[in-house]
């Protein structure tokens, strides 16, 4: 990765990020800022100087306005101009910045391969430490080899002169035996020359195996080498490895090649030893210990060179070590590239959810206006609606279409507010005048039914009198009737009193008839009276549920009306509160005087009273004093505490107990329900009493036949 730019890209990229001085370029962004910062100070200052001057021109009468205009007009020109310039120097600072970045390269990839070569170095700075020591170990072991040959050397010289002068001897002494010695040295010769070939034999085949592993380690590092060489470009940074591997590999194999020089060597001393075992026979005990010492010395070389063995097994698995190392590197590099990339993606992704910080920005600068521009809010809305005064945009934050509207949607929305609140007041009056004809219909009617029940149960006595009497009883009881029935005539209502009249004359040209059918006459004339009594109740009652039904429906239209005002209450209390800076601002600026202590608010011009196209409503007194009450009480914290304790208490409850609650609210909060519950009890108490009279009468009874079946 890090060789992929090329050093001529790198070169161009520092040469122009050293000619753009970014240093300096920064300073001079902390300068611009810090003149921009006082710029939009020094345009929040102007445009409430402008604001003020706006609403001094407002409170100028109409014949000072002419000559007032002109400084007016050149102070929105001077603020124009200002906003130009200031529009012009924000332009050109970003321009300049844009210029001196517009081509500059992106930093990223060459920090990346910054940081990638470092890494790479590292690595090869660890590489060399290992490839030093390795080196400091061979020539470790080139040493001691040395002193073991130069030790060799220096012993055989002694040993050859001795020899001669024991040859030198054994020719002047011991002729004689020789040819006995010899036979006897030359069995003895041949049985150490035989466990010396036998020896030769196991060396020349741990050689071998030696000599073959280390070519299955060739083969296996050929391989592997191929699959390395198989694989991406990424892995460039392993080509010193193998190279080191490479050197190591020729070091083995010039250990490989001393080893066999010292083998060599060993046969030559074998040789010698030979030669010299032939001269040995001559002299018994000097002879004896220069082939001991023959012996020693095959030993410590046969030692010598399974220590070399040791050593080559030593490197080869240096070798393997190295390999697993190199993999391993690889493997955490790869795994490293796809961590960043990783990291990319997901730097990537968080930057594409935050695109719209431009937007978010834009909306913040608008809400940053509007609360820098409250204060320059007028109250006098619907006087310049009326006045058409078009220097009332000017008085906002200038150039902020957003604060603009804004300020148009809450004066609208004030607006809206009023219009509802008067036609709600409107509807509820209404309302409670209805309400008040319903009750006044429902009174009368109920005095209606109680006097045609009064009615009815005089009729109903009179009836059962009339069935128990004789024609005596029942002329006089007639007369009574007629009585009766023209009383109950007069205190109906019109339709009853023309109707109980007609009865009242059938009655009596009945009575006047004859005297054999005046009986069933009179029983037919009270039963058609109660019958239609009977259709009239009926009638009322349906019309009693009806008024019911609507003063229940006309109810909850009154409770919705008050909700509704409450609402609407708090919606104004809300645009007091939002307004009452600006109406203070508005009275010490020179505006209004204010007249009263307590809040008002404005009146659309539709609904104004007065002659200047304005009215004022009062919240603090008459049916603002009410809702403000019922609104007030809404709010009390001791109302919810005490639900809150209704709720838990009833919570606490067993379920027993709690079952028990819910019926007897259930039946104290509904009128049918505690009929029932009366009706129940009723009829409870009067079939108790019936079972206990006759109990008692049953109890009486017996008591009577056991008295008198006692006297029989």
Partial sequence: MAASIEDSVLAGAHEYWRSVALTQLLQGLDDTGLSIVDNQKMSLQERRKLAEKTKEFRAVPDSEKATEFKPLLRAYQNEIDALTKRMKFAETAFLKLFKSLSEAPDPEPFLQSLLEERRVHRADEEQEKERNRLEARCETLEKENAQLQRKVREEQEPIAKRLKTLEESMDREVKQQVEQRERELKEQTQDLMQHLKERESDLQRQLSAATRQLAQAQSHFDSEEAERAAQSQSDRDLVGKLAELEILQADLDHAHARMADMQTQNAKLRATLTSLTGSDGAEGGVGGESLVDCQRRIRELEDETKRLFANLEKADAQIELQKSQSSSTVAAAERDILARDEELNRLRAELGRCSDYDEIKRDLDIMKSVEFSVSDWGMEDDKDNVNGDSGSAAATTGNMEGSESLEKLLVRRNKSLENSLIEAKNRFGQSQNEVQTLQGRLTALEEELRQKSVLAERLEVDLLAVGAADQRDTDSRLS?????????????????????????????????????????????????????FRQRNIELEDELREQGTLLSEQQRQVNQVNHDNLRLYEEIKYLRSYTSTIASTSRSGGGLPSTSATTVVSLPNKFSSNGNGESRIDMDTGVGAKYKNMYEESLNPFNAFHRRESTRRVRAMGLVDRLVYMLSSFVAGNRRARMAVLLYIGLLHLLVLGTLYRAMLYADDSSHEHIVSGSD
């Fill in 480 to 532: 009574s009737a007629n009585a009766s029935g023209a009383s109950a005539a007069r205190e109906g209502s019109a339709t009853q009193d023309a109707q109980a009249e007609g009865e009242s004359v059938e009655l009596k040209s009945t009575n006047i008839g004859g005297g054999s059918s005046g009986r069933g006459n009179l029983l037919e004339i009270v039963t058609g009276q109660r019958d239609r």
